[in-house]
């Protein structure tokens, strides 16, 4: 099945490395503001989610030939979770998420906790913006490999300890240790080899690649 990229509403400086992300096959999902986003970089949404407070999706703007899901103001859940609640319904598995960090923090950390609700709905999400990509590890091994776009490699645990963890291929090893959400020690992590690896065998955490 094709992937899903999903479109929140924060702006980013360089939206040409964003288009670069997307391919032809993907089914474009746009969270309200996010519609606006998409068409200037050159893609037409299959469909635009949302309540209409940041210009999308109750806009007469939209394009005709766009599926348009029109929200109420005062909900329980954001634009964002709502449109990926509604691909999930649709079947996707395969998630990228776009245009989902900076401005506010709430948003922006929530945004982020949307990587464990895919999860627990047995898809995979990874978030992205013009510097970072995120991606939930939820235990067991997992093999990354480097890129020039991203120096540093951060594991963040979010539980409230994280333990077998062991890692390779990285600058700064562990063996079968303990991870505290409160402690810093996963931060700034860079490759010494092209792969590495990852093992929690207890926890989640968030795995972030990060560039200067």
């Known amino acids: 099945m094709r992937r899903c990229v999903v479109f929140g509403a924060s702006r980013e400086k360089d939206y040409g490395n964003l288009r670069s992300l997307i391919s032809d096959e993907d089914f474009i999902a746009c969270a309200d503001g996010g519609y606006e986003i998409a068409v200037s970089i050159g893609l037409k949404p299959d469909i635009v989610i949302g309540d209409g407070d940041s210009g999308g999706a109750a806009s007469s703007g939209v394009a005709g030939g766009v599926a348009r899901i029109t929200l109420p103001r005062e909900k329980d859940a954001t634009d964002l979770a709502c449109a990926v609640d509604h691909c999930l319904g649709l079947g996707y598995t395969d998630f990228l998420l776009l245009c989902c960090t900076g401005n506010r923090f709430d948003h922006h950390f929530a945004n982020v906790c949307l990587l464990e609700r895919l999860s627990e709905r047995g898809a995979r999400g990874v978030l992205r ?15 990354f490999t480097a890129d020039s776009d991203h120096k540093y490699i951060s594991l963040l645990a979010l539980d409230e300890k994280i333990c077998g963890v062991t890692l390779t291929g990285l600058k700064y090893p562990l063996r079968d240790a303990c991870l505290e959400r409160s402690s810093q020690i996963g931060v700034s992590n860079e490759f010494i080899l092209p792969e590495a690896t990852i093992e929690i065998k207890k926890g989640k955490a968030l795995v972030v690649f990060s560039g200067d």
Do not use: E, I, Y
């Open 129 to 143: 913006d013009g510097k970072n990509r995120v991606l939930l590890h939820s235990g067991g091994a997992m093999r």
